[in-house]
């Protein structure tokens, strides 16, 4: 079965220092994988999205991930972290295809905290 | 915001009441999610339903009654829930075609409390 684990239940990093949230994948086949953030009181925002192609994907408010496919990661990134970057941050991979629609099985959330 | 919305925000309810969980998607989707978010918990899918016909059900207790009237509309009707039941629930929508790997889209939830 496709997983996603989010080994950091929280990330503190200092504003304008670069931040990484961390991600792994277990899947079979080709792993098509997802970075969501949360903000309090709100649904996911979609941030990135893996299919093929470049390593590296970027994404909405300057974030980007890179996909490493021999450590099987999908690190979250971003070079200057914002206190308002300060969320809920989820990893997720596509799960198996039934009648052509799909599945997102999510991580369990790292909690970002940005301090001035 | 996304283009999908949910009421109501926050819902009270008794162990005995009935009430329902509404999503609008307004961006031409064809398939709709419900999610339950736990705290401390991974979001667990609950049902999928593509083109209106439901195509998974997370073995989810029958207290659930999902129902999806068309692409644009889904409902969580609720009854006899138990207090380990509050939690944020969430829905989200997805256009699905064969071969496209398309991102979800999510309303901002009803936190739903069970007394």
């Known amino acids: 079965a496709q997983s996603v684990a989010q080994p950091e239940d929280q990330v503190n990093v200092a504003e304008g220092n670069p931040l990484t949230v961390k991600c792994t994948y277990s899947?079979?086949?080709?792993?098509?994988l997802f970075w969501y953030v949360q903000y309090p009181n709100r649904g996911l925002q979609f941030l990135l999205k893996?299919?093929?192609?470049?390593?590296l994907v970027k994404g909405s408010y300057g974030f980007e991930a890179e996909f490493n496919k021999s450590q099987t990661s999908f690190h979250l990134k971003k070079p200057s972290a914002l206190v308002s970057d300060s969320a809920l941050y989820f990893c997720?991979?596509?799960?198996?295809?039934?009648?052509?629609?799909?599945?997102?099985?999510f991580g369990s959330g790292t909690r970002l905290l940005v301090r001035p | 915001e996304t283009g999908v919305t949910q009421t109501p925000r926050h819902l009270v309810m008794g162990m005995t009441n009935k009430k329902s969980l509404k999503c609008e998607q307004h961006?031409?989707?064809?398939?709709m999610y419900w999610y339950k978010q736990s705290a401390k918990k991974p979001l667990e899918l609950m049902f999928v339903?593509?083109?209106?016909?439901?195509?998974e059900n997370n073995s989810v207790p029958s207290r659930f009654s999902p129902e999806c009237p068309n692409s644009s509309h889904l409902f969580l009707h609720l009854h006899t829930l138990q207090p380990e039941d509050s939690a944020l629930y969430l829905c989200?929508?997805?256009?699905?075609?064969?071969?496209?790997?398309?991102?979800?889209?999510f309303g901002p939830g009803t936190r739903l409390t069970v007394l």
């Open positions: 899947v079979s086949g080709n792993p098509y």
């Open positions: 961006l031409g989707h064809n398939a």
């Open positions: 989200a929508s997805s256009q699905v075609m064969s071969g496209s790997y398309n991102e979800q889209f």
């Open positions: 893996y299919i093929t192609g470049d390593n």
């Open positions: 997720a991979v596509r799960d198996m295809v039934v009648d052509s629609s799909y599945k997102l099985i």
């Open positions: 339903y593509n083109f209106k016909e439901q195509t």
